[in-house]
């Protein structure tokens, strides 16, 4: 954070905001153990005791009183954000991506005791540490969805069945093929996810057909606000398998925002073969996310022919209609 960032900030918020962020002490380190790794750096941040969101940002502090802050650029900062107010009072560590100050920002945050980085031993190779750390997020997060599907109402349940039943009903026999066919290659290729869950995953969209969008590339737009027409790949950290050909992850470019992906090797040409993400939803907040899509769209998206900023326009509006819910 420099001066001229500070001075925006004065201008937007008010000195008082300015302020309470200077109260930082970032001479001091912020941890005693920090994992740095050419994507992302895993720190120890000690007890966290506050979590609160101001305009534009979402901040927490520690027991010293260091602050460190993440965009709320993207939807899944409310999920967070409830998230981490369950975690005031425990020991917690941040990872930050790459690029990032892991003293001032941060895109997620996980429980000490889960990952545990004082526990790697000191001689194990950058790669070695990389996996474990991969491995102890991948178990936490599991957890975590485990306990969310636990605590799901049998009226969400039966709800999710039959949105899923719908969306088998709009595929044609060959897609449906593919959904098949796809949960088979999916089964077969797992352990290597497992070992190589850092995946840049291609779109088949609009970067592959001169500016046209895919269906893909309205998803990405209306449900994470993502604008993927100029792009063939993104990365995603896949943290554990969902249904059928689906996978459960963030993506580490963007706060590592919490995503289910349907995955399918390619057909077309330049990409045939290779793993690509057919279709996307949000990780988090998705029951009530979908009934309000549902709502705003009754009749599906697949086949409306819009432009990008529309979809991206539509991401705020039915987000602003999920967090107000």
Known sequence: MNDTWFQTMAALYGQDYVD?????NYAEPMSE???KFPQDTYADFGVLT???DA????????EQGTIASMSKAHYSW???EAHLKKL???AVVTRTGAGWNHKEWFSSVYPSASLNLFAIADDAGPKAQLQIIRTKVAFYETKRWLESQLEQTNEQLEEEAERYRKELEQLTPRERAELLGAAAELDKDWPNFVENPNRALGIVGAGYFGGKLGHIDKYFAMRLGIDTTKRKRINVNITNRAKKNYVRGTLPEYDDQPVIAALKKSTQADTKGQWVIASIEPGELNSEYFKQELRVFPQGVKDMVKPIDFWLEHHKIIWDKVNAA
Not at 20 to 24: E, K, S, T, Y
């Open 50 to 52: 506050e979590v609160w």
């Open 20 to 24: 309470q962020l200077n109260q930082n």
């Open 88 to 90: 005031v009072g425990r």
């Open 78 to 80: 409310r999920a967070k």
């Open 55 to 62: 305009p534009g940002y979402l901040h927490i502090k520690n």
């Open 33 to 35: 153990e920090v994992f």
